[in-house]
């Protein structure tokens, strides 16, 4: 059935991984994680979720030809349902945020330089534009156009908080690290640099690491 | 992170189970499993064990550190020591959790292991609030967390980083003008 | 897990938050000011209304407006309105602050002690320093308590204990408590992954569709 290690997910533009099904879980499980505790919404992978997608998609496929009430047909719909599980919850999580930072989101969407990988995938991007749409929408015709002309108007990129990228988050290393910058928090303080050993455990602010969540050198957790 | 989502991923953690019955390898998306054999043992995913248990189909065999004696030791190390020792799995407590919940009548002695493990929780999470309040205290930006599993994390997790964030939003009050643009409607 | 109303977090320190109800409610809270210098026909407006509906308020009138009007008629340029440090934000309320903020009760006093505190720093005060200080150290000093107190109780009642916090440090205390809850209830095997409320409930319109 699903033997062979045939999935490719292209990440990170250029290059090509080949991912064999159990890896490609993981990374979904990964995106999972992360995506649940970034306070940001992270870049969107979609060839990942296109490849777990067809690999239930297959799966289900075969399990529909199989005669019901087989052992082997019940642990493989088990796996399959763990797995529509992670996906929705990591979709679902995503979208919590796009309703939560929707003008932020749209804004980087805007000013993103021609090449540079979109965070949204296309569903993502019309939804957002949808929910901005309708948001404006709604304000305008519930309050704002019983306002005077010039109380009419609502900017929504300042009056919805943008994500708080200070916050704090905890992490395991996954990669090795050196001489990150870890910036003072009082004014008697000073900044001091840290090594990230493998498999060590970490709370520090995400700023300071947002570049090893996107590259995939940490994990939140 | 819901507690259930935490479970989640420990069910993915390899138990072994004795079956009985007979079962040719199965090629699951996230990797192959068996074959089975009755009386032979073999390693299954905890959501599998669990399964087959419920349906009367396996045995299940504790890991090897769910035993009153070494879990004795882990809670006296646990006890004496400062920072927070390394605990036999990632997922020790949701591992408990579910197999005595299902798989009592194979676990020797359960409810001493049910309050060594609990023991040993409740020491890490005392400590896990002495640290959160010291960083809190001492206003630090960084910390290390070695050894403390995602389920612990997750009980004080949110409440610590929100915290963290309110008190950082306090102490921008002392630079004005970095962030003094009130918001004009 | 899926809740369908997610409420918006007050913000805190120089930015308030547009939508959160919070926020509003905060900035509704009402300032000592004075007005330095006449404010044609304000009167009505500023609770200051004569027979003459549209009297200006005369300079010097002590006014007490919301935090939000005050902070659209201050200008740090021309002096329309000077603002008064409401009392607990005064050096004699700092000094019992800083021998020990657990004693004091922050609802009773506030109940928006942090958010208040940190937008009178919009307002130039030669004191600012000294307020932003003691609001930090406040906060600092009193979360282990509340860390405590939130983390301890099971199926009680927390009334009680919520009592003598301040709104941004009842959201804190609720965290912790659901922090908490969540866990205990997965420890007596209460908690399983299921479907959303609004899953459960498309599933039932859908139903009912089917139906007609």
Known sequence: MAEEPDQEGSEAGSEEVVLTPAQLIRSLEQA????????????????????????????????????????????????????????????????????????????????????DPSILSPEEFAFAKEYMANTEAHFRNMALKHMPPNLQKVDLLKAVAKPNLDSFVFLRVKERQENILVEPETDEQREYVIDLDEDSQHLIRYKTIAPLVASGAVNLI | MDPAEVEFLAEQELVTVIPNFSLDRIYLIGGDLGPFNPG?????????????????????????????????????????????????????????????????????????IRTLVKDTWDTRIAKLRLSADSFVRQQEAHARLDNLTLMEINTTGAFLTQALDHMYKLRTNLQPGESAQSQDF | MGEAYVPVEAGLGFEESFLSLGDILMSQERLPCRAEIALPRLAAVLGKAGPEPLAAVPEGTKLEIPLWLAKGLYDNKRRILSVELPKIY??????????????????????????????LLNFDSPENVEIAQTILQTFIGRFRRIMDSSQNTYNEDTSVLVARLDELERVLFQVGQKGLNDFQSWERGQAQITATDLVQKYRKIKFIDLDS
Not at chain 1, 37 to 58: D, N
Not at chain 1, 89 to 97: D, M
Not at chain 2, 76 to 102: G, H
């Open chain 1, 32 to 115: 999972w994680m992360n995506e649940k505790f970034a306070p940001e919404l992270l870049e969107s992978k979609s060839e990942i979720v296109e490849c777990v997608v067809e690999q239930l998609e297959h799966m289900e496929e075969n399990l529909g030809r199989a005669k019901g009430g087989d052992l082997k047909v019940g642990i493989h719909r088990m796996e399959v349902e763990r797995i529509r599980y992670v996906l929705s919850s990591y979709l679902r999580c995503r979208l919590r945020k796009i309703e939560k930072y929707f003008p932020h989101i749209l804004e980087k969407e805007k000013t993103r330089a021609e090449g």
């Open chain 2, 40 to 112: 032979l043992p073999v390693q299954v995913p905890l959501w599998l064990a669990i399964n087959l248990k419920q349906r009367q189909k396996c045995r299940l065999i504790a890991p090897e550190w769910m035993d009153v004696e070494k879990l004795e030791q882990i809670r006296d190390q646990e006890r004496k020591e400062d920072t927070f020792t390394p605990m036999p799995s990632p997922y020790y407590m949701e591992l408990t959790k579910l197999l005595l919940n299902y798989a009592v009548d194979n676990i020797p002695k359960a409810d001493e």
């Open chain 3, 90 to 119: 005064r050096e004699s309320w700092r000094t019992v602050f800083s021998a020990d903020a657990n004693v004091i009760d922050l609802h009773k006093l506030g109940p928006f002690y942090y958010g208040f505190g940190s937008q």
